[in-house]
């Protein structure tokens, strides 16, 4: 009798949430069905950015990454789940089973992040800044919930459109079956008006094996030391896409108003009024 007190009393003590913790630990593939990459030059509709922002990507050049020192960079953590298969895996302390952190690993580059999971603080505000940045973690019932500091400045899509190095990224990893949504939310009070929300969804696939990625730098491009491709006055295809796609050029633009469904009408009757005009 006195042994099932003694297991009934360690159900009381072990907390609901450990109990309800999803396993995030395996390989899952990316499930391509959302916004895919290689975002054409001026698109950035659907982005809550600001005029700071806008004049960054609008003089922007695609032959930055041809430089020899981004050559090898990798993408940051708001960044790398946009196209790529991760590895999630966790450490476990040997004497209390608990887990101390989680690691992803992306495709291209080989980035590996740490999340943090046994309640450390984060570091000062001017403590180094990395590509991954600083992670921390807890759960929320079966989600994993992860905030993240102390980003190297990145780019909110890789079109020239840019993120702060004071962003902050809250992070849900949510696991139905084989199936896991990956929602992020970042906050950037430099360039961005609003939160900046997108899921991505991966399928688990146990016999998929991450690509190694050795990154060799080369000239690619021959250029004076020193030349940091640029357009001085704006790049001059900056509204291709949005006359191709048969949009207004402000729209395309993007801004928080962008984002919201019922901006559609605001392009209907942009749409329309251009026809009436070019009927006349």
């Known amino acids: 009798m006195k042994w099932v007190k003694v297991a009934v009393l360690a159900l009381i003590l072990v907390p609901m949430g450990a109990r309800a913790q999803a396993n995030l630990d395996g390989e899952w593939n990316w499930l391509p069905h959302e916004d895919g990459p290689d975002p054409a030059i001026g698109e950035y509709d659907g982005l809550p950015i600001n005029d700071a922002a806008r004049y960054r990507a609008a003089h922007w050049s695609a032959s930055l990454w041809t430089v020899p020192e981004h050559q090898c960079i990798p993408h940051p953590a708001d960044y790398g789940p946009t196209f790529s298969p991760v590895r999630i895996w966790r450490d476990i302390n040997p004497l209390t089973q608990q887990t101390v952190a989680y690691h992803t690993m992306m495709n291209w580059n080989n980035p590996v992040r740490t999340i943090w999971m046994d309640g450390r603080a984060p570091p000062p505000a001017n403590a180094l800044h990395t590509w991954e940045g600083f992670s921390t973690g807890r759960w929320e019932g079966d989600t994993l919930v992860v905030t993240t500091t102390h980003l190297k400045p990145g780019y909110v899509r890789r079109n020239g459109v840019p993120r702060s190095d004071l962003a902050v990224l809250t992070e849900?990893?949510?696991?139905?079956?084989?199936?896991?949504?990956?929602?992020?939310?970042?906050?950037?009070?430099?360039?961005?008006?609003?939160?900046?929300?997108?899921?991505?969804?991966?399928?688990?696939?146990?016999?998929y094996q991450t690509e190694i990625y050795p990154c060799s730098i080369d000239v690619e491009i021959e250029r004076p030391m020193g030349e940091i491709p640029h357009y001085v006055d704006g790049n001059p295809q900056l509204h291709e896409e949005a006359d191709e796609r048969g949009i207004p050029r402000a729209a395309s633009m993007g801004g928080a108003a962008t984002m919201y469904p019922q901006y559609r009408e605001i392009l209907r009757r942009d749409v329309a009024a251009r026809n009436r005009e070019a009927g006349e």
């Open 172 to 207: 849900y990893f949510i696991r139905m079956g084989d199936v896991l949504t990956w929602v992020s939310i970042t906050q950037d009070p430099v360039y961005l008006t609003e939160p900046f929300v997108k899921s991505r969804n991966f399928r688990l696939d146990p016999g």
